[in-house]
């Protein structure tokens, strides 16, 4: 081994953060702090490494030098083709570099004067994204991807292939993000960071995969840098600055299993970096020998605070070599040239040193063929060379798994070749969708298929549903569609007449769609009230009354909707099931008083009855805590108090009762011709008055299947084909709260964004008409299909905001803060301040008070300068939104004041 220490290679007195070397060896990059700026300074590898080429002043040791970042540059690294040069900085960017073919005039000043630029080097992109200082960026294998971390705790995966598109942010860390390493195979992605914590990522998804505390939760302080490493065979993952016992270790953690069971010991002080030697070696043969081949192993170097430099072989137990007091202040970087026999380490201290290596010491190194061997035997195909169209595919570790993979990719190509001899010719008359053909899109949902083999030999494949791609949820209550009716006549409980049609003239179509509850009724047992419960409409054709016209003399001017209603029984029970103590009672026709039938009601709660009579027969109950209404024939409604006190007198409705509902003092009827009635009958207002269903239910083929009265009288149907409608007093209009198709919920993606206390959401009128699928978070699409990170993001906003929106017309609000806040979290998260200010602004109102203010100081009952407060520790996560942060905080602290 030998020891360089050139001296020429220097900021001018400043620190050196960053050092990397080449893919070539011919190069070397160093970044830093310079005068005014950040600077970045490309230096000839050549004088380093031959002593006559330093002497030689022909020779030149500096290529180039860029001071364009505004601020000290923490990290330089080459990409692996040598072609580009990333680097980042305190400025919050990442210059991505290239050698401009054109050489121009072009100097920099340096402490020798005025010196010309060997080599031409110009920034070809600028990548913006973090808030904060940029502490270390990455290349993927194979350049697909490009990494960056910052103190803004998050992780910007760009695509390298289209610079500045960003695929992916990886948020999870609750404190400064200082390091990066890549799987060398493209499965991972590692980060460290302050918060003493480890994340390993999935590039298959961006999600994370493990993050492991445990070997650093006695680390006290922190280092400017945390530069971890990952092994070029793949199977270990090296930390920086961990603990063992109170002493500083650099923890490896095994692939298999995230096993924490070793560690590199010995610095004296917080390890700041490590790094795996490319090359993967074995023991070197002597000449003749014929000793057994042994097991491939990898070199490591590990940098601390201590100014010392340990170089390990994951072969032996103790290190290779150590050099104590290497410089003044602490290591900050490591890079070994291409080969694996030399190493450049920078310190804070502005000055570099080499490190020279034989082959005697390390081992025979391994060649790029039998290294991709090792991982193509281990893992598969590295992810990161993949195509877009095979990232759907995950990248196999098992290599029993990876066999069965092969062979049934064998027998699809096997298949394919043969469906194309049979279709002959059909294939050119097949449908086209997208530029691709119908059959390529079921054989690529066919791929897809799982196939496992039983102990005997016989295959197994997992259903995969090709059809449709449904993403709804089961509706929770079962509406069945029965065959139409020829005729359609009125009940003869009622005095309300309808016309009726001749069956040989009705129209085939569907004339009514009938109900099936979901609880089959059991004899002696009492039903329970459920306010979610089904319906049916019936819809008599208009196209077949017209036909009929002159014989019948009919006239209908729009189509006729009618809902069942329900039958004559002798007698039922109920129980309430807003107060399941509660029950309600009706027995019909129990005695005649001067020729009246009389029916009697019955009323229990917690042991107390009381009880009633009416004129005719009840034909439906409901109940509350607050009040009881039953309907009888001749379309009367009555409602009385939970002790049996009659609050108003009965009220006649417009037409037979088909559906009634109580939630606290508000009663809904829903009657036989679908309009909708909403009263508070302790303020006796009507609420909602008649309201017809018909714009809601525009086609023939729909059906009511759930009805829903929310705790502030806004009554809520939830339709067949998996929409659910609110009917708005305000506005007098019915208003979208649910679809269970709609697509904006499918590619929508915020669970970065939930907090972990907060993941679900608790129960509500919104959650219950939505079947709470808006608990799972969307991305219910992106297993299926890749959407742009752009498109998810608005897709995303405008799912969220309709949430909010939901929320507040439905008065509820637990769910309206709920939204609100993962609202403005997304916002936060994400960067927009136009919206998040909006937001502020309305939830702040006025400092100073003004006759002219129409700024209301609450929501749905909540106080919004409340919420804003709630809303300030997320804005404060993000150093970006600082100054609306304290502009915000001086404001609530100005209306204390007062």
Known sequence: MKLLKPTWVNHNGKPIFSVDIHPDGTKFATGGQGQDSGKVVIWNMSPVLQEDDEKDENVPKMLCQMDNHLACVNCVRWSNSGMYL??????????????????????????????????????????????????????????????????????????????????????????????????????????????????????????????????????????HVLRLSWSPDGHYLVS????????????????????????????????????????????????????????????????????????????????????????????????????GLGILVCSMDGSVAFLDFSQDELGDPLSEEEKSRIHQSTYGKSLAIMTEAQLSTAVIENPEMLKYQRRQQQQQLDQKSTTARETGSTASVAGVVNGESLEDIRKNLLKKQVETRTADGRRRITPLCIAQLDTGLKEQSLVKELRPRDVLESSSDSDEKVPVAKPSSLSKRKLDLEVETVEKKKKGRPRKDSRLMPMSLSVQSPAALTAEKDAMCLSVPAPALKLPMPGPQRAFTLQVSSDPSMYIEVENEVTTVGGTKLSRLKCSREGKEWETVLTGRILTAAGSCDVVCVACEKRLLSVFST????????????SPISTLHCTGSYVMALTAAATLSVWDVHRQVVVVKEEPLHSILAGSDMTVSQILLTQHGIPVMNLSDGKAYCFNPSLSTWNLVSDKQDSLAQCADFRSSLPPQDAMLCSGPLAIVQGRASTSSGRQAARLFSVPHAVQREATLAYLESQVAAALTLQSSHEYRHWL?????????????????????????????????????????????????????VIGQNLRFQRLFTECQEQLDILRDK
């Open 240 to 339: 920086a600055h961990a603990m063992n016992n109170s002493g500083p270790t650099a923890q490896i953690i095994e692939r298999e299993g995230w096993k924490t069971n070793m560690d590199f010991v010995g610095h004296r002080k917080a390890v700041t970096v490590v790094k795996f030697n490319p090359k993967i070696f074995k023991k070197k043969q002597k000449n003749g020998s014929s000793a057994k081949p042994s097991c491939p192993y990898c070199c490591c170097a590990v940098g601390s605070k201590d100014r010392s430099l340990s170089v390990w072989l994951t072969c032996l137990k103790r290190p290779l070599v150590v050099i104590h007091e290497l410089f003044d202040k602490s290591i900050m970087d490591i890079s070994w040239t291409l080969n």
């Open 821 to 873: 806040l993962l609202y403005a979290r997304y916002l936060v998260n994400e960067g927009f301040e136009y919206r998040l200010r909006e937001i502020c602004k309305d939830l702040l109102g006025p400092v100073h008070s003004s006759t002219g203010s129409q700024w209301e100081s609450t929501v749905v009952g909540l106080r919004k300068r409340d919420l804003l407060k709630e809303l300030l520790p």
């Open 86 to 223: 990333a680097s980042g900085g305190d400025d919050k960017l990442i210059m991505v570099w290239k050698r401009a073919t054109y050489i121009g005039p072009s100097t920099v000043f340096g402490s020798s004067g005025k010196l010309a630029n060997v080599e031409q080097w110009r920034c070809v992109s600028i990548l913006r994204s973090h808030s904060g200082d940029v502490m270390d960026v990455a290349w993927s294998p194979h350049d697909a991807w490009l990494a960056s971390c910052s103190v803004d705790n998050t992780v910007v995966i760009w695509n390298a292939v289209k610079f500045p598109e960003i695929l992916a942010t990886l948020r999870g860390h609750s404190g400064l993000v200082k390091g990066l390493t890549w799987d060398p195979v493209g499965k991972y992605i590692a980060s460290q960071a302050d918060d003493r914590s480890l994340k390993v990522w999935r590039t298959l998804d961006w999600q994370l995969e493990t993050s492991i505390t445990k070997p650093f939760d006695e680390c006290g302080g922190t280092t």
């Open 643 to 654: 002790c049996g006190r009659r609050l108003l007198p009965p009220i006649l409705l417009p």
